[in-house]
């Protein structure tokens, strides 16, 4: 093995020692890692401001205290890089870890450490510095779309509750059926099921049944064999099969016919299907995830679902809200979307201004947490500032806001504007069915629609 | 089974709390009742994954969990499973045992202090 030279004495240490010493302090203070030095008894003796901000600690809680209580590192407990140094290993860099901040946020971070040593080359203690790797978190998750529990944002109680429950719903090895407008995050919601599930080294498996007419999306799924129909040159797996040991999620079930929902229930009765043009039923072993934007139940009472498939599939249900009624996570979705854009797009944004702001909290979102996040992905093509202002909006968007007018409704007139926009939805936007099962006429359904901004 | 007497698992980083829920496998298990420790078991949980780790706790029937730092989605479940989560602690793990049990008997009783701790 190759030695390494010895290190030239007179370079780095000598070049900084003859810096005053405010220069110095001022250096390491201002570099984004975070720097934590610590005596040979493994306490705090410094602390950086990024170190601060990374621990949640101040470098007056810090100082003093063991080192692993600051850092809170999964790493401190299985392999303390201290330790290693001490045992004259080779030094951890940049080592992958995981920090606790005193918050509680779990934050992705890579460490480094450096022995501390005096004017005789005794070692006094070490130099750690971290840095914080959630950007390349957050790009790495985008790019796998590995998303987990940790990437549904929301303090909204119906948010906090669906979390609570989600690590139970995955280890189950039922059914979900996950209910909730467009836009509001089901898929992200399915994928968290799969990550935390036993099946997350499995596939997870995406079919949108609305965007295939009803004979592509039976040999998509199903597969066919060689012959089965013109152009069927070869056997073609379908996505059950490639679903095997992993999650199938079936998005906008509702709009399937009778016929794909027999033969969906009879494979996930038996766990077996025969391709289309097959003669040899295949196995698989799936968990299905299926989400719709329309109540199921009342599908059910109309006859466009299968009663036997509903119960079959609505073993776990999850109702997401639409943003409309968690506004709450307003501010934390904006943060959000800025921090994965800022990643994505290699910028720097920091925040929007208190105005827009305003202006998000009173908006309806009709296309939900969808529409917030393209919202905020337009203002990072115009925003070239560090804030996003008014200014950075499409003309669509505020001109749509205005026409809408200023909303000052009674908690009333909101819910009864809710009730139509719900209903309107469970309708796929027929207006003499909404009126129907509002019990009003149309003309009355259009002046409300009209009153509460609801027109298209 | 007597109220007052609960079921509490701290996990372990030599003799100390572990600063990181999830990072160790070793949990001190003990039964208190009032100021006094009734029953205490090391505990090896075959789970290194954090959300396996909290949901065998509970299913071990552990009420409190003393630790270091935790993530905030495990302490946000384990709450709504109804056990305690007393985090941010670090120290001595019997030190911190002892202050919180102290303490909490003595909101029992209105502020007022009992005798010493007795470990058994």
């Known amino acids: ?456 | 089974m007597n109220a007052s007497r609960k079921m509490i698992a701290i996990p372990l980083f030599g003799d100390r709390v572990s600063p990181h829920f999830g990072a160790s496998s070793r949990f001190l298990l003990v039964a208190a009742e009032k100021q006094a420790i009734l029953y205490e078991k090391l505990l090896r949980l075959k789970e290194s994954d954090s959300m396996k780790q909290a949901r065998q706790l509970v299913n071990l029937g552990v009420e409190e969990i003393i630790c270091g730092g935790i993530q905030a989605r495990f302490k946000d479940w384990l709450m709504r499973q109804g056990v305690v989560v007393v985090d941010n602690q670090k120290g001595k793990v019997w030190e911190v045992l002892e202050e919180l049990i102290g303490r909490s008997a003595q909101e029992d009783q209105g502020g007022q202090k009992h005798g010493e701790t007795k470990k058994t």
């Not at chain 1, 998750?141 to 948010?159: L, N």
């Not at chain 1, 799936?286 to 719709?292: D, H, L, P, Q, S």
Request: with cysteine.
């Open chain 1, 1 to 456: 093995m190759n030695k390494k030279p010895p290190k030239d004495k007179s370079s780095l240490p000598c070049r900084l020692l003859s810096l005053p010493p405010d220069h110095c302090c001022t250096i390491v203070e201002s570099i984004s890692e975070g720097v934590m030095t610590m005596d040979l008894e493994k306490k705090v003796t410094y602390l950086s401001p990024a170190a601060e901000a990374m621990t949640g600690f101040t470098a007056q809680e810090a100082v003093g205290q063991q080192c692993f209580d600051i850092l809170r590192a999964d790493v401190c407990a299985q392999r303390c890089p201290f330790d290693d140094l001490r045992l004259g290993r080779e030094p951890q860099i940049d080592e992958r870890i995981s920090i606790i901040h005193k918050s509680g946020k779990q934050l992705p971070a890579s460490i480094s450490i450096s022995p501390l040593k005096d004017e005789d080359c005794e070692m006094i203690g070490a130099v750690e510095t971290f840095k914080d790797l959630s950007e390349l978190e957050e790009l790495r998750k985008q790019a796998s779309r590995s998303f987990t529990d940790e990437d549904i944002v929301g303090r909204h109680p119906a948010m906090k509750e669906i979390l609570s429950f989600l690590p139970d719903i995955a280890q189950s090895e039922s059914s979900v059926l996950i209910e909730g407008p467009t836009g509001s995050g089901k898929e992200l919601i399915a994928r968290a099921i799969h990550q935390l599930s036993s099946r997350k080294t499995g596939p997870f498996v995406a079919v949108n049944c609305a965007a295939l007419p009803e004979t592509l999306l039976e040999s998509e799924l199903f597969g066919y064999a060689k012959g089965a129909f013109t152009g069927a040159m070869r056997n073609k797996a379908g996505r059950l099969s490639m679903a095997n040991r992993g999650t199938l999620f079936l998005d906008e079930i509702s709009s399937t016919s009778m016929a794909f929902q027999a033969d969906l229930l009879r494979v996930l009765e038996d766990g077996e299907f025969t391709p289309l043009g097959g003669t040899r039923p295949l196995k698989t072993d799936f968990r299905v995830i299926t989400a719709t934007n329309l109540k199921l139940k009342i599908l059910v009472k109309e006859g466009r679902i299968r009663e036997d498939l509903y119960y079959r599939l609505n073993v776990a249900r999850i109702c997401l809200p639409p943003l409309r009624k968690r506004r709450e996570d307003i501010p934390l979705l904006v943060e959000h979307f800025i921090r994965k854009f800022n990643a994505l797009k290699g910028r720097s944004i920091q925040g929007i201004t208190p105005e827009i702001l305003s202006f998000l909290l009173a908006y309806p979102f009709p296309g939900n947490i969808r529409q917030l996040e393209n919202i905020i992905e337009y203002a990072f093509i115009t925003c070239k500032g560090r804030f996003i202002g008014m200014e950075h909006l499409s003309r669509e968007l505020l001109d749509e806001a205005k026409e809408a007018g200023p909303r000052d409704d009674s908690p009333e007139e909101m819910e009864e504007a809710d009730k139509i926009r719900t209903a309107l939805e469970q309708h796929s936007e027929s207006r003499p069915k909404t009126a129907r099962a509002l019990s009003m006429s149309r003309t009355t359904l259009w002046r409300k629609m009209k009153k509460y901004g609801l027109l298209q």
